[in-house]
T-cell receptor, first 111, second 113 residues
Framework: QKEVEQNSGPLSVPEGAIASLNCTYS??????FFWYRQYSGKSPELIMS????GDKEDGRFTAQLNKASQYVSLLIRDSQPSDSATYLC???????????FGTGTRLTIIP | SAVISQKPSRDICQRGTSLTIQCQVD?????MFWYRQQPGQSLTLIAT?????????ESGFVIDKFPISRPNLTFSTLTVSNMSPEDSSIYLC??????????FGDGTRLSIL
């Protein structure tokens, strides 16, 4: 069983709409959760981190965490063509700073 | 956050040869990691680079194939040994430090002929 699961997509969203990306994880003791954006041919770039249940907002991005359901999501409001990328969910379990990555969701914003 | 410089940015190598990738950080960091990203795949952790001691390897990765050094808190190298076409990947260095979450260098794009 995969430890971190994401829908691989591709997910197509019209420009200006809300893009919703989902991630589930298997280890209940996971403590920290991250979303990375990776443009084609580039390295992953951290865009959001979330550590406690609820919502965390940063500009057009909102991360949502529900530890009881072992579920973390990323919402992108007012989607722009520049948001087209692969979004990687990563989970940290324990105190050793190691991350486990999901397979990524490829998002395409349609002008 | 710390600035990470990774060299080379890309290379094309002959099978059976070895390549050493360097990762230099502009400030001392707590943790350094090496990942592999095969074409169309997500990131797989190869090992944690430990300062002054042997790296800690993940399942499926061995020191003979991927020797790693970390002589100080700002520098690490990963060597890909006896390369085969299956080693064609992006190799990424990442760091944790200064209360910042893990972030990545630009990566090394490696192709084996």
């Amino acid at each position: 069983q995969k430890e971190v699961e994401q829908n691989s997509g591709p997910l197509s969203v019209p420009e200006g709409a809300i893009a919703s990306l989902n991630c589930t994880y298997s280890d209940r003791v996971s403590q920290s959760f991250f979303w990375y954006r990776q443009y084609s041919g580039k390295s992953p770039e951290l865009i959001m981190s979330i550590y406690s249940n609820g919502d965390k907002e940063d500009g057009r991005f909102t991360a949502q965490l529900n530890k009881a359901s072992q579920y973390v999501s990323l919402l992108i409001r007012d989607s722009q063509p520049s948001d087209s990328a692969t979004y990687l969910c990563a989970v940290k379990t324990g105190g050793n700073e190691k991350l486990t990555f999901g397979t990524g969701t490829r998002l395409t914003i349609i002008p | 956050s710390a600035v990470i410089s990774q060299k080379p940015s890309r290379d094309i190598c002959q099978r059976g040869t070895s390549l050493t990738i360097q990762c230099q950080v502009d400030s001392q960091v707590t943790m350094m990691f090496w990942y592999r990203q095969q074409p169309g795949q997500s990131l797989t952790l190869i090992a944690t680079a430990n300062q002054g001691s042997e790296a800690t390897y993940e399942s499926g990765f061995v020191i003979d194939k991927f020797p790693i050094s970390r002589p100080n808190l700002t520098f690490s190298t990963l060597t890909v040994s006896n390369m085969s076409p299956e080693d064609s990947s992006i190799y990424l260095c990442s760091v944790v430090g200064g209360n910042q979450p893990q972030h990545f260098g630009d990566g090394t794009r490696l192709s084996i002929l």
